[in-house]
Structure formats: structure tokens, C-alpha cells
């Protein structure tokens, strides 16, 4: 499942003054605790051990797009006819300092894995920096873990997470060598109670843990990542390197059904499902775009409800001219949802919207999509905005947040086996010099 992204590194602007932050339903999480630091730094760099591609792993036949056009509609014509609805979702957690949330997984024992980002003021300066990692148990309880340095690397970057237990995660970034060069990527493993950090050897390296590296778990131990033509699966044993017949930067999957789509930086819209003996290029319909020269198609991400229940979202969007929005060119798009029934897509478009923020128009394209465990689908619209599929019918669901504060979601995950679905990000609120000072938070629903 494609997760937000942040690259954060040092982010440092001039603010004045100081907002007060929400309340908090919840304890904070500890600080600090639960960290493996670096083994002496021996100067000897950790590296995973990559298997080639397995024998017997076969090139399989494509199958073909049917049908291989979705037209774009006229603006009138809506395919989902969403309507809104009471909120499903409520909030679970409020942190009381500084910063926001970002990848998140969900493990079937209730476990939830996030990234995260502090922010905090110094001498009239606001700081904004990658703070680790936080598990939190099924009681609500958090904890704080900062990923051990590698040796004679610069800071880590994350962008990509997935786990099975609280006992089994996975995080994938990249590192460079503190001197401007040789930035290769990693993984970070937590097993036996400890983080442990190894780069990844090209071709791998060269691809895995950049920006559109998308990972989750599989089950049985087994967890992929993705990205462009890469796949890396870790079998319980080993990573197995595994190419793909499309450039792809969003998963998702349901029992042993994987699914890899091509993601939100990708120019040409596809799809490919993982069978065992290697990985099948699905077909997907062309998504008509108007005719501007500044308009593309994207396919953000995959939500698999059963072998023969896939859904694609995304949407087409484009620039207009001579038309703009807080000074910037007006965007417009459409958002478009396509189920697979086993041989066959359905092109389902949505409402026209822009870039305008007004609630009317706030939808352009998809974003990130999930099952909701009892046949239907969640696709986040826009940070505080999501559209709900249940019994073929679309509503659409407000995220909740405090008194003077927007919802900003950035990644959902659903609990594997069960209905409960659970969404990260901020809280964030605009302060009188045009700042944004934010809050981590935690939603849930189902």
C-alpha cells in the first residue's frame, strides 16, 4: 500500500510567537525508549543478503486491458453519486507536542507502526526533523524507537513501512555517504527485540528505499517492497530480488492475493499481480485526459478484496491555463475507481473537482486506498476527506479534529482479519504569521 511520504532531514523556518496544540484523549507516547543504538561503529557497513532472482521464476504472459479505454465522461456524468454522511471515523489520539505522522502499517495483533516528525521552537525558529519510529500495543500504550545509524553514513531517510507482529517490522529508506555521493538504499528490520540497519546491494539498492518505495507485509513472516521494476520479498529466510513487468509504487494484497500498481510519480498507469512463479502484467484501461498540455493519468494505489475484487484509484488531472488559485494555476481533475472482477474493469468516474478549496470542489484524484474487511473500500479524497464504498453505494466521510484545527491525513491500514481501519497524520492549525504549527494524530473506524 502506497504511503505518504515526507523527506525531512532538517526542515527550518522563522515563525513568531506560539500556538497552543489540542488536548490529548490519550497518554503521549514515551520518549526516547525502546531504541538499539549503533554496535561501536566498527567502520564495517551492514549489508542484506539479496538471493537472485529464484530459478524457475518465469516471465508470464500479460494479460491484455478489457476494456483497453476508460472515455472521460462529461462533467455532468458521475459514476459514484457519493453523498455525505455522518463521519464513520473517530479520534483515538492527539499528540500534546509537536509534529505529525506519517507511513503506517497494521499487524494482526492489533499492533500499529508509524513514522513520525517533530517539530519544536528555538530562539524564534521553528524545527522540524525525523523523529523514529513509534509502536503502539493494543491498549493504546506507544513507544519511541530511534533506528540505529549505519557506519560512516549520512541520516537516514525513510519512506516505506511494513509489519507483521509487535514482534516483526520493516522500514526502507536510503543513506548517503555523508559526502554528497553514493546514496544507496536500506532496510531496517525489528526482530528479537532490536532494530537492526543494512543496506541494500544494487540493483536493489538503487532502487528500493527511494521516494515511491511502497512495502506490507504478507503474512507467515513474508513482507514485500516495491518500487519502479524492483520487488524485494522477504520469505521468513532471505530477501529475494524479483523484477516486475511494470514501474510500480503502491501494494496491496489479501491472504496470498498481491497486487502492485504503478503508483503517484509514474506517466503511464498499470498494474501486475504476483503468482508464485513470478509476477503477471494485468492490463489496465487508458484513462482519457482532455486535451491540455499540461495533464496526466495516475493510478495512486490498489485495495484487494479477493482474487476477483481489485479496485485501482486514481484520477486524471490537468492545469488550467488562465485560471489560478492563491496564485498558482488551477488544477482540475476527476477522480476514477476501477474494479476487477477476475477477467474484466469497470471504469467508475467520479464528480469533476479542483483545486479550489471549497468542499464542493476538493476532490481531484484518489489517493490512498484500503479495504474496509467487509467488502467495500476506503479512498482518502483529500487530507481531511474520505470516500467510503459499501454495498455499492459511495458516501463520503469528514475526519474529525479540534476546535480551530484541519484533519490531515497522510496513510491508512487496516487491521488484517478484522473491519478496523486506521488513519495517520496531523492535526494542523494556521498561525497569524501564516505558519502551520501540527500535532501527530490517530483515527480509527470499523
Not at 180 to 185: K, L, R, S, V
Request: hydrophobic content about 40%; aromatic content about 8%; some cysteine.
Amino acid at each position: 500500500m502506497r504511503m505518504a511520504t515526507r523527506a525531512l532531514a532538517v526542515l527550518v523556518v522563522a515563525v513568531a510567537g506560539c500556538a497552543s496544540g489540542p488536548g490529548a484523549p490519550d497518554r503521549a507516547p514515551t520518549a526516547g525508549g525502546g531504541g538499539t543504538p549503533s554496535s561501536g561503529r566498527t567502520g564495517v557497513e551492514p549489508a542484506a543478503v539479496i538471493s537472485p532472482r529464484p530459478a524457475g521464476t518465469a516471465e508470464l504472459q500479460p494479460l491484455p486491458a478489457r476494456p483497453a479505454r476508460c472515455p472521460l465522461p462529461p462533467d455532468s456524468h458521475d459514476d459514484l453519486r457519493a453523498s455525505d454522511v455522518a463521519t464513520a471515523w473517530r479520534t483515538l489520539w492527539v499528540d500534546r507536542a509537536r509534529g505529525a505522522m506519517y507511513q503506517l502499517a497494521a499487524a494482526p495483533d492489533g499492533t500499529l507502526w508509524t513514522t513520525f516528525s517533530e517539530e519544536w521552537e528555538h530562539g524564534g525558529v521553528l524545527w522540524v526533523r525525523e523523529g523514529g519510529v513509534r509502536r503502539r500495543d493494543g491498549g493504546g500504550a506507544w513507544q519511541t524507537f530511534r533506528i540505529p545509524p549505519l557506519p560512516r553514513r549520512g541520516p537516514q531517510n525513510y519512506v516505506a513501512l511494513a509489519a507483521a507482529s509487535a514482534d516483526q517490522a520493516w522500514l526502507f529508506g536510503n543513506a548517503g555517504d555523508g559526502k554528497g555521493a553514493d546514496t544507496i538504499g536500506i532496510v531496517s528490520t525489528y526482530a528479537s527485540g532490536r532494530w537492526r540497519s543494512e543496506t541494500l546491494a544494487k540493483p536493489v539498492g538503487g532502487t528500493i528505499g527511494w521516494g515511491d518505495t511502497a512495502a506490507r507485509s504478507v503474512g507467515a513472516g513474508r513482507a514485500w517492497a516495491v518500487n519502479g521494476r524492483v520487488g524485494l520479498l522477504w520469505t521468513g529466510q532471505e530477501w529475494q530480488y524479483h523484477p516486475l513487468p511494470i514501474e510500480a509504487g503502491a501494494l496491496s494484497s489479501e491472504g496470498e492475493h498481491v497486487w502492485a500498481v504503478s503508483g503517484e510519480q509514474s506517466r503511464q498507469p498499470a498494474a501486475a499481480r504476483w503468482e508464485q512463479a513470478g509476477w503477471r502484467l494485468i492490463g489496465v484501461p487508458v484513462l482519457e485526459t482532455p486535451r491540455h498540455d499540461v495533464s496526466r493519468a495516475v493510478l495512486r494505489d490498489v485495495g484487494v478484496i479477493g482474487p476477483d475484487d481489485v479496485w485501482l484509484v486514481g484520477g486524471v488531472s490537468w492545469l488550467m491555463e488562465h485560471e489560478y488559485d492563491d496564485g498558482e494555476p488551477l488544477m482540475r481533475g476527476r477522480p476514477v475507481a476501477l474494479h476487477w472482477n477476475g477477467s474484466s474493469w469497470t471504469c467508475n468516474w467520479g464528480p469533476p473537482g479542483s483545486s479550489l478549496p471549497r468542499p464542493a470542489w476538493g476532490t481531484t484524484t484518489f489517493g490512498q486506498a484500503e479495504p474496509d474487511g467487509r467488502g467495500g473500500l476506503w479512498a482518502l479524497g483529500r487530507g481531511d476527506l474520505l470516500w467510503h464504498l459499501s454495498g455499492g453505494r459511495w458516501t463520503r466521510h469528514r475526519i474529525p479534529a479540534p476546535s480551530g484545527y484541519t484533519a490531515r491525513v497522510t496513510s491508512l491500514a487496516r487491521r488484517p482479519g478484522t473491519s478496523q481501519v486506521y488513519a495517520v497524520g496531523a492535526v494542523v492549525a494556521e498561525k497569524d504569521n501564516g505558519f502551520e504549527v501540527s500535532h501527530a494524530a490517530l483515527w480509527r473506524t470499523g
